[in-house]
């Protein structure tokens, strides 16, 4: 069964930090991207970052420059999404997602959510003011 899980979100306040995790299972780990996706209240889903596992090539949204990074440990299938300097506006629930390598490079980059194979449940992270 493929699974992707998310785990880390939680409640912070402004200026803290998390440590998101996605655990994958079920297809080959080196064989896709992964990428971190979150969506708050009313607003659109929007890409986060993400992360070719098999060559590390990565990916930041604007607004997350300088304050996430993303990062894998193929030994362990598992990609983290190191949040710091957390602003309010980063309240949403956030979502790993793969896609696999060759569709990954087949067009624009990075790949537009709809692109993606298989999702997880989602992880909710809170920043208070």
């Known amino acids: 069964e493929v699974q992707l899980v998310e785990s880390g979100g939680g409640l912070v306040q402004a200026g803290g930090s998390l440590r998101l995790s996605c655990a994958a299972s079920?297809?080959?780990?080196?064989?896709?991207?992964i990428g971190w996706f979150r969506q708050a209240p009313g607003k659109e889903r929007e890409g986060v970052s993400c992360i070719v596992t098999s060559d590390g090539n990565t990916y930041y949204a604007d607004s997350v420059k300088g304050r996430f990074t993303i990062s894998r440990d193929n030994a362990k299938n598992t990609v983290y999404l190191q949040m710091n300097s957390l602003k309010p506006e980063d309240t949403a629930v956030y979502y790993c997602?793969?896609?696999?390598?060759?569709?990954?490079?087949?067009?624009?980059?990075?790949?537009?959510?709809?692109?993606?194979?298989?999702w997880g449940q989602g992880t909710q992270v809170t920043v208070s003011s």
């Open positions: 079920g297809f080959t780990f080196d064989d896709y991207a």
């Open positions: 997602a793969a896609v696999g390598t060759p569709t990954y490079y087949s067009g624009r980059l990075p790949p537009s959510w709809y692109e993606y194979d298989y």
